[in-house]
């Protein structure tokens, strides 16, 4: 017997069932399960827990291979040897782009469906998987949070995701299902050199086991240490940009001048994740802090990307959705209730009911000019809103009120004086709740 099967053998069920009770939530337990050996592995030894959660398996088939649903059949089977229900989910994988990314992602969003409330999604990575994902950031150019491995616990869905075997290597899996007489099934689509990770782990980890037998658990001390300093510069970069955001959401560049290029690329990067956006590409964010920092005052330089859009106006640093912003609305009000207007826009409102009123609401449109107070003639929107800091993007959905088809307001921030004698008069005060309205540079 050798000594990885030994391991094995005295090992993986006391690793695994006494951590059962730090797992987060009370609910069911989801296996995700291939049937290949690992979360072969995985769901005997939950099988034959201590438990006190309900237990299930999902298999997605991904319909790639014409052999994919006899697989499914293969996976119901054993985990109905091992007494544990399994749900089988057939997803269509997109072609275009990368097939392992596309099937990766529907496997998930099938995973995620049978999530509830306090349940947890179990995988079957583990400590060679670890080295194969720092291997393939590292190629990729990522950085100490994409060097820190995989992570052992994270929120999924409505749930929690759990990865209890990533201690355990390769071998000590083998090992159990040998000691256990566990079968596996064995995926083709795992042969296939021309897939990253296949060509990873089939021609380059052989190599590194046969120089350097230890390098697995030396990736996963480096796992560890990335995770902590990752852990450091996310708290270092959440205080930069916190001291540097305005509303907008935008950032002021004078308050992170000091920043390095490095430093600043991890202040933008946390901050887009703090407003629910995927960070953009790590090479693009890099080149993109470059020209922030390095052009002239009279420069716009953007970064555009699948969940967002930065663009630099006016010393700060703005983000906005990566969806065009929708204008070219227009609406009839006479001011009675309040007039929902299309996103980001707000509402418009009075502080009383006025009367006599016949108001067309629109979005801005070329040429607009409001005669405000304090001024001898009619002056462009456009203008009033570049002098107030506005940015361009923004500007078209500023509301403009209309009224006998003269501009008579816009926002509730300039007013035809006329418009604005009428409403005194009538003890009415004009309104507009949006963020819109504070999305500018300095105080109006």
Known sequence: MSSETAEAQDGLGPVLDPALVNWPGQGEIVVAFSGGPDSACLLHLLANSSRRRDLKAVHVDHGLDRGSARRSEQAQSIAKQMGVRCFVERVQ????????????????????????????????????????????????GSGPAGLAGIPAQRPFGQGHLVRPLLAIRKEQIQGYLEQHGIASIRDPANDLVSLDRN???????????????????????SARLNRSASTILANLAKADFTRAEQA???LDLDCLTGLSDFGLAEAVRHWCIHHSKSPPPGPRLDEFVRQVKRAGTDRQPALDWDDGRLQRYGGSLWLQPAAPIQSGWTFSWDGKASLELPEPAGTLSFSSSPKGLRLRVCSGQPGDKLRPAGSSGRRPVKKLLA???????????????????????????????????????????????????RQRLGSL
């Open 93 to 140: 994988v997109r072609r275009a782009g990368s097939i392992e990314a596309n099937a990766r992602h529907a496997r998930y969003a099938a995973l995620k469906q049978h999530l509830e409330v306090d349940s947890v999604l179990v995988t079957a990575h583990h400590a060679n998987d670890v080295a194969e994902t720092m291997l393939l950031r590292l190629l990729r």
């Open 387 to 437: 002098e107030a800091g506005v940015p361009p993007w923004l500007r078209t959905l500023w509301p403009r009120i209309w009224s006998d088809g003269q501009l008579v307001a816009l926002g509730d921030r300039w007013m035809d004086p006329q418009f604005a004698n009428q409403l005194r008069e009538q003890g009415c005060r004009l309104q507009w709740n949006s963020d819109l309205s």
């Open 248 to 250: 907008g959401p935008r």
């Open 199 to 221: 060509f990873l782990r089939h021609e380059v980890l052989p190599l590194l086991q046969e120089h350097f037998p230890g390098f697995v658990q030396a990736f996963a001390r």
